[in-house]
């Protein structure tokens, strides 16, 4: 998109000041790394017009070597991302219950960097793949920066962080010929999974659609440890974070999201950095269900076990504050890859509760941007950078920016003025909650985190009814593409302990004998809040619905359509034959967004085939617009004709469908609507509800070719 097209927040943040004086434009004539202007940077210097190239070619050198010193190690897990700055503000002081500055005021802004990711696929994966997604923000607080690293998904594989390298290990392509990329569907996972009980509750999110979301914007995030907050007094409270998207969370479908990771595998990324480019910022609402420490025995499983959510009917989230991301980044490498996320980083008001995972983590994250980002002073580069002053005697290092001046680098000094000293300043001081700790040293596991099936069974109970489908399906999927049969007979066996129904049905799709008996019976117990059926469905805001189109088009309905739709803010692409125009019925022209072969139905979230005659023929003799619309039907997406682009619909192979006669108004089948005469705000409204609703679930498509 063209800078003069590029919305960008009026309002700069002490970020966006911060990075300013690190931003470079190119300019002037063309140099070396240490200023020197070259002549010529398109041929080497050689011992005559066709001689050797000679050693004292300094440009050549620099300019090579440069190159190739270009990449550093991709993430270790998470390696593929996508970035945006915004801001964080809250709807109240939290005072009661953390000491947290940036969580103080409501008229305070703080700004924030988030990237989101997946976690299996390396750098240049794609981005649709059935994965867990990341959710990682950091806030540049006055006191120094949080990062809050979460996922999508509120709970973990596993529950101790000596484990995470066995299964990033199984989940990562097998390592002795590096298959699959990007995928969860072979044996290695499964093999572990199926040893490894404890990944029961997550493995189910993950084969749920919740490992395929529709967009970084409709997606929710947790903090999925218990943290703590901490007030002014000392006093702690248990505390679990959670995103919610305004939105709502929605996701795409399996074959879909295949489609997509070879028609457009920038899906997720192109998504966000449009929508921020045209000033559709993102929004999340952040919430937080809140414990006191007396109730941390309350509950039938450990606040400390990170495959464990507290259900909301029993903790409700209170919204505490809303972020919203508006701004991208100027180079992807300088800020979206280079950012470094540590779980260690909190400050005052915030702490760690003994969580196993958590505690790993906060080792592994920093040790891991030593290696990524080549030493210690990583936190000088610009995106990492606090707001808050830095001042220490850590000194040297590779990449060491600073230059520090003085003659003392050492605590206690009076040579140096005493400086830097232990302030008796409580202000932004950060003090480590007073936690009694005592016990023996000891490797073992405890009791209360044994329980491995009962909040699986929740989430499974709490699943609308095609959302449990997408699921067998999804677990039917990934083990049919191991080829060990113990794997998969395995994987079953363990799910029996989740839903005995379940378990068997999953057996019958991947050749495995059904397990006879039901362990234990399944406790019925639900839990609304976890189901995507219960999100927010009252907006059709950012969605993108394509409208096929040929010459003979009927340019009124369109136009209408087009405004109607905009006015809600989802946009009509016009998708016909070629890029240009297309003459319409009255003799006009409509403007072609994009040559139809250039897209596909699996980009957008609903079809529209509109009226005009001979428009509608030449789409009822095109393959490809045909497919669009068999495609999107077969997605469970809204599709909407008007007058002769009725016809269109009726002559394709689908589903017995009532459709709009002559003497009709509106007619709506399987989110199928359609009206003779298109101009028509109750067409307009019909259509855009079932858009809000994201998908038409009751619809059959099974038989559906696509
Ligand atoms: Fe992790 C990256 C989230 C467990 C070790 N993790 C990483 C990122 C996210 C998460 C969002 C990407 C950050 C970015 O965008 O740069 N990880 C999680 C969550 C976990 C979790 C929600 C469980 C609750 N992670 C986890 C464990 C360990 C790690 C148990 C190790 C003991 N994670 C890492 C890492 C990464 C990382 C190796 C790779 C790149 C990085 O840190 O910066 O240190």
Redesign the pocket.
Known sequence: MPDAQRKTDPARDEKDQQLERYRTDSSGPLTTETGVRVEDTDNSLKAGERGPTILEDFHLREKITHFDHERIPE????AR?SGAYGYFQPYESMSRYTCADFLSDPSQRTPVFV?F?TVAGFRGSADTVRDVR???TKFYTRHGNFDL???NIPV?FIQD?IK?PDFVHAVKPEPHNEIPQAQSAHDNLWDFVGLQPETTHMMMWVMSDRALPRSYRMMQGFG??TFRFVNADGVGTFVKFHWKPKLGTHSLVWDETQKIAGKDPDYNRRDLWEAIEKGDYPEFELGVQIVPESDEFAFDFDLLD?TKIIPEERVPVTPIGKMVLNRNPDNFFAETEQ???CTGNIVPGIDFTNDP?LQ??NF??LD??LI?LGGPNFQQIPVNRPLAEVSNNQRDGYNQRRVHRGRTNYFPNSLGGGCPYISDDTEGLFRHYQERVDGHKIRKRSDSFQDHYSQATLFYNSLADWEREHMIAAFQFELNKCDEKSVRERVVANLNNVDHEMAVRIAKGIGVTPPEREVKPNHGASSPALSQANTAMDTISTRKIALLAADGVDAKGVTALREAMAAKGATVEVLAPTEGTVTTSDGGTLEVDHAINTMASVLYDAVVVPGGVEGAAALAADGLAKFYVIEAFKHAKPIAAMGAGVDVIARLPLPELRLAGGGDGIVTDQGVVTHRNGDDREFHETFASLLARHRVWDRDVASVPA
Do not use: E
Request: hydrophobic letters at 45%; a positive charge.
């Open positions: 993430r270790v897990v998470h991302g990237r990711s990341g959710f990682a690293v979460g996922n973990f962080g995470f999925v440890h990170a950012v470094a996320f995972l790993a983590r592994s994250y891991t941007q990524r």
